[in-house]
């Protein structure tokens, strides 16, 4: 009976011992120090967070916080879990409860039930809110982005590598005809109002009305392997299987995947809000984080954020694309309701064919915000989310996005998309990096 009582004693004395098996909770603030939650394990129960709304943010953080202790005490992750969760540590994170309740209010105006991921980052890439209503966590699930892909995997690489420019002009008409189920050729791709004009559409108008005919040109010019690099290097997508299949065939198999959003694996709400500050911060990316400091059981930080940013495209390439894309919520527009009264907004939509996956991504002078909805009867819903989640965020410091020193103004004739002249009867005005501005109008 003593040697039972030794053995008992021994077995209870490495239990509680960092790393040997005992499971003490890990506590999760947000950025002002409210606890989140206090799980005790990576698949905890909705029981040990303060709100189950929180799910998706305190997923994401315990898995990062798992990656940090793994690189600061020069361990595996297997370890490091085991050290998280029997060493009474605390993270703190940058969730902004403001942000998270306008996130929130804005999805209970939505109809009841209706599938939706929203996630936000500052431009510094701090996530302030990930929120999924509906039966899944949306906000941490890939799927494929539409048409507000095409500003990352076509505009702003072509313009970056001075293929385009704000004047360019494309022919509204199919790439190319596909057998249909009946055998008979279709034309593709087809426009969301299933029609072509036949004529030459400027740069911004083909953004404003998400014209797929001119994406897939712009794309094949500028190369989707060369899109495919871009991509990833900027990014890190996963875009594997569309690799493969290029190399499999050719690129043409896959450039609607590329130019269209219709990835075979997807990117998420939280990556899209990543993606998208290079928009508002001159073309600066910071890979998305939630844990800005991990304290041990006596207070000491065992780790620190030091998020690093890098240059995905020229400053003045995001300060032109940033322009391209306010045009997206002008009146008229395919996210006029995205427009937002008092702080300026640029974004885009995407939908797909069967309005299961609606999108609109956009930034503001300080946020960067991804809203995802699934199928409803009234359409893409995702723009009108945005602008009530917008107007619910703490007040922004800077409303206005501010200037680019190496972009300035040119006017240009709308029938050539070159430097005007006297003899131009049709101009507008455009923005243009230093020195790469197009030649003079010759066509009149």
Not at 102 to 117: I, N, Q, W
Not at 186 to 192: H, K, L
Request: charged share 20%.
């Amino acid at each position: 009976m003593k040697r039972l009582c030794i053995v008992w004693a021994v077995v209870l004395l490495l239990t509680t011992l960092p790393g040997c098996g005992a499971y003490m909770p890990v506590t999760v603030y947000d950025a002002q120090g409210g606890v989140l939650g206090t799980p005790d394990r990576l698949d905890f129960g909705t029981d040990s967070l303060t709100d189950a709304a929180y799910g998706d943010y305190v997923q994401l953080a315990l898995t990062e916080a798992v990656i940090a202790l793994a690189q600061a005490k020069d361990c595996s992750e297997s370890r490091a879990e085991r050290l998280l969760f029997s060493g009474g540590y605390a993270i703190h994170t940058a969730l902004d409860p403001v942000t998270f309740s306008a996130v929130r209010s804005a999805y209970e105006t939505a109809p009841e039930g209706l599938p939706f991921g929203c996630a936000i980052t500052d431009l510094n890439g701090a996530l302030c809110a990930v929120y999924s209503g509906g039966e899944a966590s949306y906000a941490l699930q890939p799927q494929s982005p539409h048409s507000a892909f095409k500003p990352l995997s076509v505009y702003a690489p072509a313009l970056d590598a001075g293929l385009i420019h704000w004047g360019s002009r494309w022919r509204d008409e199919p790439y190319k005809q596909l057998k249909g189920e009946n055998g008979l050729p279709i034309n593709w791709p087809a426009n969301a109002t299933a029609q072509y004009s036949y004529e030459e559409e400027s740069l911004r108008d083909s953004i404003r009305h998400s014209l797929n005919t001119v994406a897939v040109h712009c794309l094949h010019k500028y190369g989707v392997s060369r899109s495919l690099d871009f991509l990833e290097q900027s990014f890190d997508i996963d875009l594997t299987a569309e690799r493969q299949r290029m190399e499999d065939a050719d690129e043409d198999e896959i450039i609607g995947n590329i130019a269209l959003g219709s990835l075979l694996v997807g990117v998420s709400p939280v990556d899209m809000a990543g993606y998208y500050q290079i928009f508002a911060n001159y073309g600066m990316y910071t890979q998305p984080y939630t844990v800005t400091t991990i304290q041990d059981a006596a207070g000491t930080a065992v780790y620190t954020c030091a998020a690093t940013a890098r240059q995905v495209i020229d400053p003045t390439t995001g300060c032109i694309m940033n322009r391209l894309l306010q045009s997206v919520v002008q009146r008229g527009s395919t996210g006029e309701d995205a427009a937002c009264e008092n702080i300026r907004v640029a974004g885009k939509t995407g939908t797909d064919d069967l309005g299961t996956g609606n999108w609109f991504v956009g930034v503001t002078p300080q946020y960067s915000c991804a809203v995802w909805h699934g199928s409803n009867r009234d359409g893409n819903r995702a723009a009108a989310l945005f602008a009530s989640i917008v107007e619910g965020l703490p007040a922004h410091t800077q409303t206005d996005f501010a200037d680019c020193a190496g972009v300035h103004k040119g006017t240009f004739c709308k029938e050539t998309g070159l430097l005007f002249t006297r003899r131009c009867s049709k101009i507008e005005t455009g923005y243009y990096a230093t020195g790469q501005a197009p030649g003079v109008c010759d066509g009149h």
